[in-house]
């Protein structure tokens, strides 16, 4: 399996500190994924690394030849993963513009079929819980939608390092634990979603919508 995890936050400045926090959280992500899983494939996908025009234009939208390169690639990438990470902070109670702004550069046939992961995160003490309830109708409509089990990581700076390692103190195997759920129900539906995809292919039973919104309206 292919997962693809997302760092959903651009701020690079302080205050708050430390700048990035959600860095460290998508890091650790990394760490657990590998540990658990190491016949799989990650690979993190930073929005900092994605600097969008500032007039709005999905990667649908443009012709072949004008699509730009990274946006390209990142399509490419979005279609041939078989799960998603989303790791997001919480911003009024919703999760991050800039995740938000980066996943609805694409089209939601490229997510389709497959399961998502939601972790949050905070400097406080609620770890971002309230942003993830609504990624998962966000999720959902992408077509990627999220397992049961999320992860929530209460005041983060206090928890993991720069590096994303677990600070002096903290439990190893206990935040193995813990991320570990929800990471094996990924890898779980993202192998019964693959196998299934083998047998019967789903877009030729509800097919994308690739012409123009009005192919949502009832008759």
């Given at each position: 399996?292919?997962?693809?995890?997302?760092?959903?936050?651009?701020?690079?400045?302080?205050?708050?500190?430390?700048?990035?926090?959600?860095?460290?959280?998508?890091?650790?992500?990394?760490?657990?994924?590998?540990?658990?899983h190491v016949d799989h494939e990650i690979e993190l996908v930073d929005a900092l690394d994605y600097p969008l025009e500032p007039v709005f234009k999905p990667h649908f939208s443009y012709s072949k030849?004008?699509?730009p390169e990274k946006l390209d690639t990142l399509a490419k990438k979005i279609a041939s993963a078989d799960g998603y990470i989303m790791?997001?902070?919480?911003?009024?109670?919703?999760?991050?513009?800039?995740?938000?702004?980066?996943?609805?550069?694409?089209?939601?046939?490229?997510?389709?079929?497959?399961?998502?992961?939601i972790v949050t995160y905070s400097a406080g003490q609620w770890g971002g819980m309230r942003a993830a309830i609504g990624m998962r109708t966000f999720l959902s409509?992408?077509?990627?939608?999220?397992v049961s089990s999320m992860i929530h990581v209460p005041k983060a700076q206090n928890v993991f390092s720069e590096d994303g390692d677990l600070v002096d103190g903290e439990d190893q195997?206990?935040?193995?634990?813990?991320?570990?759920?929800?990471?094996?129900?990924?890898?779980?539906?993202?192998?019964?979603?693959?196998c299934y995809k083998?047998?019967?292919?789903?877009?030729?039973?509800?097919?994308?919508?690739t012409k123009d919104p009005g192919q949502r309206n009832a008759p």
């Open positions: 399996m292919k997962v693809l995890i997302f760092l959903g936050t651009v701020r690079n400045s302080t205050p708050p500190r430390p700048a990035r926090l959600g860095e460290r959280v998508a890091k650790a992500c990394l760490a657990a994924f590998n540990a658990l030849s004008q699509v790791v997001s902070p919480e911003y009024n109670h919703s999760m991050s513009p800039a995740l938000a702004n980066l996943l609805n550069h694409f089209g939601s046939s490229l997510f389709s079929y497959k399961p998502s992961a409509e992408l077509g990627c939608l999220p195997n206990e935040w193995l634990g813990y991320f570990g759920r929800t990471l094996n129900q990924l890898v779980w539906w993202a192998q019964a979603s693959a083998e047998q019967v292919d789903p877009h030729s039973l509800a097919p994308a919508f």
